[in-house]
T-cell receptor, first 117, second 117 residues
Framework: NAGVTQTPKFQVLKTGQSMTLQCAQD?????MSWYRQDPGMGLRLIHY???????DQGEVPNGYNVSRSTTEDFPLRLLSAAPSQTSVYFC????????????????FGPGTRLTVL | AQKVTQAQTEISVVEKEDVTLDCVYE???????LFWYKQPPSGELVFLIR??????QNEISGRYSWNFQKSTSSFNFTITASQVVDSAVYFC??????????????FGQGTRLTINP
Protein backbone atom coordinates (compact mmCIF):
# COMPACT_ATOMS: atom_id res chain seq x y z
CA ASN A 1 0.00 0.00 0.00
CA ALA A 2 1.21 3.48 -0.87
CA GLY A 3 -1.08 4.95 1.81
CA VAL A 4 -2.03 8.58 1.21
CA THR A 5 -0.15 10.29 -1.60
CA GLN A 6 -0.10 13.98 -2.48
CA THR A 7 1.22 15.81 -5.51
CA PRO A 8 2.98 18.10 -5.99
CA LYS A 9 5.28 18.35 -2.97
CA PHE A 10 6.10 21.99 -3.66
CA GLN A 11 4.35 24.64 -5.73
CA VAL A 12 4.79 28.35 -6.32
CA LEU A 13 1.90 30.32 -7.79
CA LYS A 14 1.26 33.89 -8.69
CA THR A 15 -1.74 35.70 -7.29
CA GLY A 16 -4.82 34.90 -9.34
CA GLN A 17 -3.57 31.62 -10.77
CA SER A 18 -5.54 28.44 -10.29
CA MET A 19 -4.31 24.97 -9.53
CA THR A 20 -5.34 21.60 -8.17
CA LEU A 21 -3.64 19.75 -5.35
CA GLN A 22 -3.97 16.04 -5.84
CA CYS A 23 -4.65 13.49 -3.11
CA ALA A 24 -5.11 9.75 -3.49
CA GLN A 25 -5.36 6.82 -1.11
CA ASP A 26 -5.31 3.09 -1.79
CA UNK A 27 -6.73 1.86 1.51
CA UNK A 28 -10.39 1.96 0.44
CA UNK A 29 -11.07 4.64 3.03
CA UNK A 30 -14.43 6.34 2.86
CA UNK A 31 -13.50 9.46 4.79
CA MET A 32 -11.06 11.97 3.33
CA SER A 33 -10.21 15.50 4.33
CA TRP A 34 -7.97 18.46 3.61
CA TYR A 35 -6.17 20.51 6.24
CA ARG A 36 -3.90 23.50 6.05
CA GLN A 37 -1.07 24.09 8.47
CA ASP A 38 0.03 27.60 9.32
CA PRO A 39 2.67 28.64 11.88
CA GLY A 40 1.27 28.88 15.39
CA MET A 41 -2.20 27.71 14.33
CA GLY A 42 -1.94 23.95 14.12
CA LEU A 43 -3.91 22.26 11.36
CA ARG A 44 -7.30 23.55 10.29
CA LEU A 45 -9.90 21.61 8.35
CA ILE A 46 -10.74 22.98 4.89
CA HIS A 47 -13.12 20.43 3.37
CA TYR A 48 -13.99 16.82 3.96
CA UNK A 49 -15.82 13.97 2.29
CA UNK A 50 -17.61 10.99 3.84
CA UNK A 51 -17.78 9.09 0.57
CA UNK A 52 -17.83 9.39 -3.20
CA UNK A 53 -20.14 12.20 -4.25
CA UNK A 54 -20.45 13.67 -0.75
CA UNK A 55 -18.43 16.65 0.42
CA ASP A 56 -18.83 19.34 3.05
CA GLN A 57 -17.09 22.41 4.36
CA GLY A 58 -14.74 22.48 7.27
CA GLU A 59 -13.44 25.36 9.32
CA VAL A 60 -11.73 27.41 6.58
CA PRO A 61 -13.35 26.56 3.21
CA ASN A 62 -13.27 29.97 1.49
CA GLY A 63 -11.22 30.03 -1.70
CA TYR A 64 -11.17 26.25 -2.08
CA ASN A 65 -13.30 23.73 -3.96
CA VAL A 66 -13.38 19.97 -3.72
CA SER A 67 -15.11 17.07 -5.41
CA ARG A 68 -15.08 13.33 -4.80
CA SER A 69 -15.89 11.34 -7.91
CA THR A 70 -14.12 8.18 -6.73
CA THR A 71 -13.32 6.64 -3.39
CA GLU A 72 -9.59 6.94 -4.06
CA ASP A 73 -9.21 10.59 -5.09
CA PHE A 74 -9.99 13.87 -3.37
CA PRO A 75 -8.51 16.86 -5.22
CA LEU A 76 -8.42 20.36 -3.75
CA ARG A 77 -8.84 23.28 -6.16
CA LEU A 78 -7.67 26.80 -5.66
CA LEU A 79 -9.71 28.89 -8.09
CA SER A 80 -7.82 32.17 -7.76
CA ALA A 81 -4.79 31.90 -5.52
CA ALA A 82 -4.12 34.57 -2.91
CA PRO A 83 -1.05 35.15 -0.72
CA SER A 84 -3.19 34.21 2.31
CA GLN A 85 -3.31 30.69 0.89
CA THR A 86 0.42 30.24 1.32
CA SER A 87 0.55 27.22 3.60
CA VAL A 88 1.33 23.54 3.91
CA TYR A 89 -1.61 21.39 2.85
CA PHE A 90 -2.25 17.93 4.21
CA CYS A 91 -4.68 15.36 2.94
CA UNK A 92 -5.92 12.69 5.34
CA UNK A 93 -8.12 9.61 5.19
CA UNK A 94 -9.73 7.12 7.55
CA UNK A 95 -12.08 4.17 7.20
CA UNK A 96 -15.43 5.81 7.86
CA UNK A 97 -17.55 7.23 10.58
CA UNK A 98 -19.71 4.14 10.69
CA UNK A 99 -17.04 1.49 10.47
CA UNK A 100 -14.28 3.23 12.37
CA UNK A 101 -16.27 5.68 14.40
CA UNK A 102 -15.15 9.14 15.48
CA UNK A 103 -12.09 7.66 17.09
CA UNK A 104 -10.73 6.24 13.89
CA UNK A 105 -7.11 7.12 13.20
CA UNK A 106 -6.59 9.49 10.30
CA UNK A 107 -3.70 8.71 7.97
CA PHE A 108 -1.97 11.78 6.62
CA GLY A 109 -0.20 12.35 3.33
CA PRO A 110 3.29 13.91 3.18
CA GLY A 111 1.96 17.41 2.54
CA THR A 112 2.17 20.02 -0.24
CA ARG A 113 4.02 23.25 0.45
CA LEU A 114 2.33 26.05 -1.48
CA THR A 115 3.64 29.57 -1.88
CA VAL A 116 1.52 32.27 -3.48
CA LEU A 117 3.42 35.38 -4.55
CA ALA B 1 -16.92 25.40 21.56
CA GLN B 2 -14.60 22.61 20.55
CA LYS B 3 -11.08 23.69 21.23
CA VAL B 4 -7.62 22.36 22.01
CA THR B 5 -4.99 24.47 23.74
CA GLN B 6 -1.31 23.68 23.86
CA ALA B 7 0.01 26.56 25.92
CA GLN B 8 3.67 25.63 25.49
CA THR B 9 4.78 26.99 22.14
CA GLU B 10 8.39 25.80 22.45
CA ILE B 11 10.27 23.62 24.90
CA SER B 12 13.99 23.01 24.94
CA VAL B 13 15.66 20.44 27.19
CA VAL B 14 18.92 18.58 27.41
CA GLU B 15 19.03 14.96 26.34
CA LYS B 16 17.96 12.42 28.99
CA GLU B 17 15.73 14.90 30.77
CA ASP B 18 12.05 14.09 31.19
CA VAL B 19 9.63 16.48 29.52
CA THR B 20 5.85 16.89 29.68
CA LEU B 21 3.76 18.46 26.93
CA ASP B 22 0.46 19.91 28.10
CA CYS B 23 -2.87 19.65 26.30
CA VAL B 24 -6.16 21.11 27.51
CA TYR B 25 -9.36 20.63 25.57
CA GLU B 26 -12.93 21.90 25.51
CA UNK B 27 -15.88 19.97 24.16
CA UNK B 28 -19.58 19.66 24.78
CA UNK B 29 -19.65 16.08 23.50
CA UNK B 30 -19.97 13.33 26.09
CA UNK B 31 -18.14 10.87 23.84
CA UNK B 32 -15.00 12.05 22.17
CA UNK B 33 -11.49 10.97 21.27
CA LEU B 34 -8.16 12.60 21.84
CA PHE B 35 -5.04 12.11 19.77
CA TRP B 36 -1.38 12.98 19.80
CA TYR B 37 0.56 13.36 16.55
CA LYS B 38 4.27 13.94 16.04
CA GLN B 39 5.64 16.04 13.19
CA PRO B 40 9.40 15.52 12.80
CA PRO B 41 11.55 17.95 10.79
CA SER B 42 10.80 15.93 7.65
CA GLY B 43 7.23 17.25 7.87
CA GLU B 44 5.01 14.19 7.91
CA LEU B 45 2.44 13.62 10.64
CA VAL B 46 2.93 10.50 12.72
CA PHE B 47 0.12 9.08 14.82
CA LEU B 48 1.15 8.39 18.42
CA ILE B 49 -1.95 7.59 20.45
CA ARG B 50 -5.72 7.70 20.57
CA UNK B 51 -7.75 7.90 23.80
CA UNK B 52 -11.49 7.34 24.26
CA UNK B 53 -13.24 9.69 26.67
CA UNK B 54 -14.55 6.73 28.65
CA UNK B 55 -11.10 5.31 29.27
CA UNK B 56 -9.17 7.31 31.82
CA GLN B 57 -6.42 4.80 32.31
CA ASN B 58 -2.96 6.19 31.78
CA GLU B 59 -0.97 4.60 29.01
CA ILE B 60 2.70 3.88 28.68
CA SER B 61 4.54 2.95 25.52
CA GLY B 62 8.26 2.66 26.02
CA ARG B 63 9.55 6.11 26.95
CA TYR B 64 6.19 7.71 26.16
CA SER B 65 3.32 8.02 28.60
CA TRP B 66 0.00 9.82 28.55
CA ASN B 67 -2.05 11.16 31.44
CA PHE B 68 -5.74 11.67 30.67
CA GLN B 69 -7.79 13.52 33.29
CA LYS B 70 -11.40 14.31 32.46
CA SER B 71 -11.82 16.36 35.63
CA THR B 72 -9.34 18.92 34.34
CA SER B 73 -9.95 18.30 30.60
CA SER B 74 -6.31 17.52 30.08
CA PHE B 75 -4.40 14.92 28.07
CA ASN B 76 -0.73 15.44 28.81
CA PHE B 77 2.16 13.66 27.15
CA THR B 78 5.43 12.80 28.91
CA ILE B 79 8.67 11.67 27.32
CA THR B 80 11.04 10.01 29.76
CA ALA B 81 14.79 10.11 29.19
CA SER B 82 14.41 12.26 26.09
CA GLN B 83 16.56 11.69 23.03
CA VAL B 84 17.61 13.95 20.18
CA VAL B 85 15.34 11.96 17.85
CA ASP B 86 12.35 13.14 19.90
CA SER B 87 12.86 16.65 18.55
CA ALA B 88 9.69 17.49 16.65
CA VAL B 89 6.47 19.46 16.77
CA TYR B 90 3.82 17.62 18.75
CA PHE B 91 0.12 18.16 18.17
CA CYS B 92 -2.76 17.29 20.43
CA UNK B 93 -6.11 16.87 18.67
CA UNK B 94 -9.74 16.37 19.58
CA UNK B 95 -12.10 14.35 17.41
CA UNK B 96 -15.51 15.94 17.09
CA UNK B 97 -18.62 14.84 15.25
CA UNK B 98 -20.22 17.21 12.77
CA UNK B 99 -23.96 17.70 12.32
CA UNK B 100 -23.72 15.34 9.36
CA UNK B 101 -22.18 12.71 11.59
CA UNK B 102 -18.70 12.91 10.12
CA UNK B 103 -15.53 13.04 12.14
CA UNK B 104 -13.17 15.95 12.09
CA UNK B 105 -10.05 16.69 14.06
CA UNK B 106 -9.56 19.94 15.93
CA PHE B 107 -5.86 20.50 16.48
CA GLY B 108 -3.97 22.45 19.09
CA GLN B 109 -1.36 24.95 17.99
CA GLY B 110 1.47 22.48 18.51
CA THR B 111 4.50 22.43 20.80
CA ARG B 112 7.95 22.52 19.26
CA LEU B 113 10.21 20.27 21.31
CA THR B 114 13.97 20.54 20.93
CA ILE B 115 16.22 18.01 22.59
CA ASN B 116 19.79 19.23 22.84
CA PRO B 117 22.69 16.77 23.03
Amino acid sequence: NAGVTQTPKFQVLKTGQSMTLQCAQDMNHEYMSWYRQDPGMGLRLIHYSVGAGITDQGEVPNGYNVSRSTTEDFPLRLLSAAPSQTSVYFCASSYSITRGGPGDEQFFGPGTRLTVL
Amino acid sequence: AQKVTQAQTEISVVEKEDVTLDCVYETRDTTYYLFWYKQPPSGELVFLIRRNSFDEQNEISGRYSWNFQKSTSSFNFTITASQVVDSAVYFCALSVTTIQGAQKLVFGQGTRLTINP
